[in-house]
């Protein structure tokens, strides 16, 4: 049994790998940091093998799924991504548009490239990790919720395809809150809201992709925020997402 994981040199993606590594998965862990893989893979005792690459180049993701194809990969876990915090039109263009190449255009071509693979061998499972972010507008955060809002329904799209054909493929979506990583880091935003443990929401995370879970949502308190945003009328949900997001200036 073996998983591919992106983004797995800090936060979720390296708590997943310790996750599956303790249930007996062997690894390939996928990011741009060698050394940060190099020393997870020295924590693990599971055969793991590490690929550094930026996977903001379309062609990196095909050369990744090129390199790993005929390894009879069972899992994989597109977590790679990241945000940035600004008004829209003082964000860089270049970092806008490299937040779309990661948190999109990678996840899309994974995604595919695998998936067709699954469905020949009609088993596999893909985790698309997107955020809550997905399921609203998002001023102050407007391309890093544009691409959450991407991948969320992607998924969910794929997902009932396959339903549809009756296949035992597994393709789900992760959206958590906010969690505790270096995505606060990245972004340059500072959360109100109390950050979720990252181990303790990829440990959910994995459990509910085993059960073949569509949309995965850790916490009651994110449950009901989400639920209940979908009665507010849009400018009412507009402002209040403004004032959170103003909220989070670092």
Known sequence: MKALITGASSGMGA???RILASMGYDLVLVARRK????????ELDVNVDVISMDLGSSFNCVKLYNEVKD???DIVINNAGFGAFGDFTKVSI??????IDLNIKAVHILTKLFLGD???????????VASSAGFMPGPLMATYYATKAYVLNLTMAIN?????????VYVGVLCPGPVDTEFNKVAKVHFEMKAKDSYEVS???????????????PGIDM???????????????????YKIQKAKRS
């Not at 440990?203 to 949502?217: E, H, P």
């Open 118 to 128: 699954f469905k020949k061998k009609n088993r596999g499972y893909i985790l698309n």
């Open 15 to 17: 708590d997943m790998a």
């Open 35 to 42: 050394n940060r893989l190099d020393r997870l893979k020295k």
């Open 223 to 241: 449950k009901g925020a989400i639920f209940i945003s979908r009665f507010l009328p849009r400018r009412v949900l507009l402002h209040a997402t």
């Open 71 to 73: 390894m009879d990969i």
């Open 94 to 99: 270049d970092k806008e548009l490299d937040m």
């Open 203 to 217: 440990k959910y995370a994995i459990k509910k992709m085993f059960k073949k879970k569509m949309l995965i949502i």
């Open 160 to 168: 009932e395809e396959l339903k549809k054909e009756n296949s035992n």
